[in-house]
């Protein structure tokens, strides 16, 4: 990949003279516009999420510097998103955005036809692995678990690093952790047609040049690297068993009916003796936590190590729970998978903390009438981990996994294959929910 995105600038095109006769503004009103909605909006984020700045290593004074420099030369519409986008992506919060209002017609700075290279990449140590290949990759010979070692003659730690830093641009992230999990999926993606030179290590040290061109391929990662086999894959929710015999459940997206949706692969899997969640690629939404817990309390029992949860539905798991969970998992899927750990229910593993986008939101309108800002004002579930909360740090797991290479080569999931050995042995002195106590036995 020659240049990490390929942008369709309009600053190049103001520094032309051309983008006011696009638009049809004046330039010196569209200026004036950018510099009051700018000058309105870092006061009153200041205000509103000031609290988060701290956290979150943001030098607001700063932003605010560069940004009224940059606002001095916008004269468009486009050059006025622009500004703002960039605004709201030092809020290093995974929610914020900028929505254009009615009658105000602007482009995501980005080209349209992005498209993924058919892998996704993984870190373990400082190194660089690729975790799965299909379609354009896996045609060009790439396999799991091979080495990137270099990305168009870069070093793939400094590629990485590069691609970062031209994502957040334009992209707020609320965490380091995040960002990167993002680079190493959606991120990958570019224009059709973008050429990609790797040089690669297998597992035998052999190295491998690959170059391979953008067609076609998802860039949004599913969760796993590697399902287990005989999975059953519903809507939202994906389950089957390990090779071990335990109970896996795949919770993929958190919408409104996600208890009944768990319950169905809570029956559909039957008295396992353990059970694996796994909260991978999980995008958020809402639903209703106690309801979803209550499925992991016994019929006529009542878990209260933090907070009381009644038993739920027709049928409940009451056996010990592993959850996997890594920078993919966002929002909603962070409140879902962290209460079981917080909550005492589960033991929880991870390659990451999870995204660290988890709080409750406000709307801003802006001066112009043209824009409106959307971003985060109080961390959600503020009991969590000693009173820190999610949103800037995320669901820090009690052990942290990296994917082994060996494992990615036999298109195994180090982190499943994890699970089963906690669960084979569980450390129970982690979690204060023992499953005897509760009245449940696998017999």
């Given amino acids: 990949m020659t240049t990490p995105t390929r942008r369709a600038s309009f600053f190049r095109a103001a520094a032309c003279g051309l983008a006011p006769l696009l638009f049809g503004l004046t330039p010196l009103v569209a200026q004036k516009e950018c510099q009051k ?29 560069e940004l009224k420099k940059d606002a001095k030369k916008a004269k468009t519409d486009q050059q006025h998103y622009e500004v703002l986008q960039r605004l709201v992506a030092h809020l290093r919060d995974g929610h914020a955005r900028v929505t254009p209002l009615e009658g105000t017609k602007v482009e995501w700075p980005e080209p ?64 380091d952790h995040q960002a990167f999990f993002y680079a190493c999926h959606w991120g990958l993606a570019a224009p059709k047609g973008t050429r990609m030179k790797l040089e690669l290590r297998t597992a035998k040290k052999q190295k491998k040049n690959r170059t391979l061109t953008y067609s076609k391929a998802n860039p949004v990662p599913n969760g796993p690297a590697f399902y287990p086999e005989g999975m059953s894959f519903g809507k939202d929710v994906h389950w089957g068993k390990t090779t071990q015999g335990f ?79 890594d920078a993919t998992a966002r929002s909603a899927g962070e409140t879902a998978s962290g209460m079981f750990k917080e909550d005492g229910r589960a033991y929880m593993i991870g390659e990451s903390p999870t995204a660290g986008m988890s709080a409750s939101k406000e709307t801003l309108e802006l001066p112009s009438k043209k824009f409106s800002l959307y971003f985060a004002v109080h961390s959600n579930k503020a009991r969590f981990q000693g009173g820190r909360g ?7 797991p009690h052990e942290t996994v990296a994917f082994d290479p060996a494992d990615l080569a036999a298109e195994k999931d180090t982190l499943i294959l994890h699970a089963e050995k906690v669960l084979q042995k569980f450390p129970q002195n982690a979690v204060p929910y023992k499953p005897s106590k509760f009245g449940w036995s696998s017999e």
């Fill in 390 to 396: 999610i949103e800037g740090i995320g669901i820090e």
């Fill in 37 to 65: 909605d700018l000058t309105f909006a870092l006061r009153e984020l200041e205000k509103k999420c000031g609290h988060f700045f701290k956290l979150k290593g943001i030098q607001w004074k700063k932003v605010g510097k």
């Fill in 247 to 325: 109970g896996y459940v795949h919770i993929r997206r958190c919408k409104g009916n996600l208890p009944d949706q768990v319950e169905a692969a809570l029956a559909g899997l039957g008295n396992v003796p353990g059970m694996i969640l796994d909260f991978r690629g999980n995008s958020g939404g809402g639903f209703d936590h106690d309801d979803l817990f209550g499925r992991f309390v016994p019929s006529g029992k009542q878990v209260a190590f933090t907070k009381r949860y009644e038993s739920t539905g027709n049928t409940q798991y009451g056996g010990p729970v592993v959850v996997i969970i």
């Fill in 112 to 175: 349209k036809d992005m498209t993924g290279p058919g892998m996704f990449w993984c870190r373990v140590g400082k190194k660089i692995y690729v975790k799965n290949s299909w379609s354009t990759a896996k045609g060009a010979g790439i396999e799991p678990g091979m080495e990137v070692v270099k990305v168009d003659k870069q070093p793939a730690s400094k590629w990485l690093d590069a691609r970062i830093a031209d994502i957040r641009r334009f992209r707020s992230f609320s965490t």
